[in-house]
């Protein structure tokens, strides 16, 4: 049995103690701490059993690690933001307990979206004896599995990748984003990327649009953009040539976005308003409607998976492996929309790999670099199942060759 303390008390943080409450076989004590105890509290009142709670500032190392030694957690599940990743990270090693995390590091002042900053915590975790495990949300995470399933099932090298997320859900709101807002600007304002033939290829904002046809949904505008998985998976998929990354956004939810770039509200430099420093994108933040708050609201589905091309038995071969979520029955089960709980569900999921030792290692790895066969299965059992597809390897299904 083993003891978890989950950090951060957003939409994810409820949907990952949620589901660590359904895994009481594996987890015998669960903490909740974020940095409003409050919060935690809340979400520990909807839980069958019990859930512990904490206050904690995880921008302070020292901190953070005292309160994972008061609390004998064996693992940390960090779902707090990428700005903490790295003080986490500080604290598991102070503590010497192992890490998962759902989105890479982010330093405040800069948009970066790179695994450098963590990556070069490998040494140190490997002679601390224990494991972190990056990325282990749906997109990256789940994706990334379904990469390293494909890999290791169903082709002999991969070629094309293409990583294809919708959300058709619509909440009624003229403009709110479904995760952290400042996050998910950061993410989308950024230059489109993708990677070809060894080589970064960039591209300006949401200039490059496919129209997808996403099963139990249809067909809606996709944009390529650049998406943290891409840069570890191009790195550990065999034979690969291309991956690129896809996701839908609505007409108006794009118009509101140009309109807050134009006037500068998505800027990341800070600025001085009586004699207040502030990112605007900061204040956006506190305007728009807190994320967890969409959740009674979101009604439709999730289709997020990927297109992924290569060679089987010397023969050409294209599939497409994904999942549906739909936000009204993620809302019944745990009180949060389809992207908070496709998130937590498998955020959940790697903390049961690591503390079941289905799971090991010691140093720093990014999810796809993990076994899928026991992952994919527990992502299933625990509400997130997925559909193998095979697609014709001479059809482009619109995206562009
Ligand atoms: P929220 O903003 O809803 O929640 C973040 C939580 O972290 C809040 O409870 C916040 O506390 C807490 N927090 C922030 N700073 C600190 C701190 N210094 N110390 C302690 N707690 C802190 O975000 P989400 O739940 O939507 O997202 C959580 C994470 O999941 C993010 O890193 C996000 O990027 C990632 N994510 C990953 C996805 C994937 O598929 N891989 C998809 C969606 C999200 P307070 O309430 O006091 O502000």
């Given at each position: 049995m083993a003891k978890v303390l989950i950090i951060g008390a957003?939409?994810?943080?409820?949907?990952?103690?949620?589901?660590?409450?359904?895994?009481?076989?594996?987890?015998?004590?669960?903490?909740?701490?974020?940095?409003?105890?409050?919060?935690?509290?809340?979400?520990?009142?909807?839980?069958?059993?019990?859930?512990?709670?904490?206050?904690?500032?995880?921008?302070?190392?020292?901190?953070?690690?005292?309160?994972?030694?008061?609390?004998?957690?064996?693992?940390?599940?960090?779902?707090?933001?990428?700005?903490?990743?790295?003080?986490?990270?500080?604290?598991?090693?102070?503590?010497?307990?192992?890490?998962?995390?759902?989105?890479?590091?982010?330093?405040?002042?800069?948009?970066?979206?790179?695994?450098?900053?963590?990556?070069?915590?490998?040494?140190?975790?490997?002679?601390?004896?224990?494991?972190?495990?990056?990325?282990?949300?749906?997109?990256?995470?789940?994706?990334?599995?379904?990469?390293?399933?494909?890999?290791?099932?169903?082709?002999?090298?991969?070629?094309?990748?293409?990583?294809?997320?919708?959300?058709?859900?619509?909440?009624?709101?003229?403009?709110?984003?479904?995760?952290n807002p400042e996050i998910n600007i950061r993410e989308i304002t950024a230059r489109g990327r993708y990677w070809d033939e060894g080589r970064w290829i960039e591209t300006d904002p949401l200039s490059i649009r496919a129209d997808f046809d996403y099963p139990e949904i249809g067909v809606k505008p996709s944009y390529l953009l650049y998406h943290e998985e891409l840069e570890s998976l191009s790195l550990n998929l065999k034979g690969l040539k291309r991956i690129r990354f896809w996701m839908t956004f609505g007409e108006k939810y794009l118009t509101h976005l140009r309109v807050l770039e134009n006037v500068g509200m998505t800027s990341i430099k800070p600025i001085k308003i009586k004699g207040v420093e502030i990112a605007p994108i900061e204040f956006l933040k506190e305007v728009l409607p807190d994320p967890a708050s969409l959740g009674p609201l979101t009604k439709g589905k999730t289709n997020i998976g990927c297109i992924v091309e290569g060679v089987k038995d010397g023969k050409r071969r294209k599939v497409y492996i994904y999942n549906v979520c739909d936000h009204e029955e993620a809302y019944r089960e745990v009180k949060s929309q389809a992207i908070s709980y496709t998130t937590g569900v498998p955020a959940a999921c790697a903390g049961r790999m690591v503390a079941t030792g289905a799971w090991s290692g010691k140093g720093v790895f990014n999810i796809e670099e993990m076994d899928p066969d026991p992952f994919l299965k527990a992502v299933s059992d625990f509400g997130l199942p997925w559909k193998v597809v095979e697609l014709d390897p001479d059809k482009a299904y619109n995206l562009p060759e």
């Open positions: 957003g939409g994810v943080g409820r949907v990952v103690t949620h589901k660590c409450a359904q895994m009481r076989d594996v987890f015998d004590e669960i903490w909740l701490a974020s940095r409003t105890k409050s919060k935690c509290d809340a979400i520990a009142a909807e839980i069958d059993g019990e859930i512990k709670t904490a206050q904690v500032d995880a921008d302070k190392p020292s901190e953070t690690a005292d309160l994972i030694r008061k609390t004998g957690a064996d693992l940390v599940i960090n779902v707090a933001l990428p700005y903490q990743d790295l003080t986490i990270m500080d604290a598991c090693l102070d503590a010497k307990v192992q890490y998962i995390d759902t989105a890479n590091y982010e330093p405040l002042d800069t948009a970066k979206f790179e695994y450098k900053w963590q990556w070069e915590y490998r040494e140190r975790f490997e002679n601390a004896g224990i494991m972190a495990v990056l990325g282990a949300g749906f997109d990256p995470g789940v994706t990334n599995m379904y990469c390293a399933y494909a890999q290791k099932h169903l082709f002999d090298e991969i070629n094309y990748v293409d990583i294809l997320d919708c959300n058709a859900g619509d909440h009624g709101l003229p403009f709110a984003t479904n995760f």
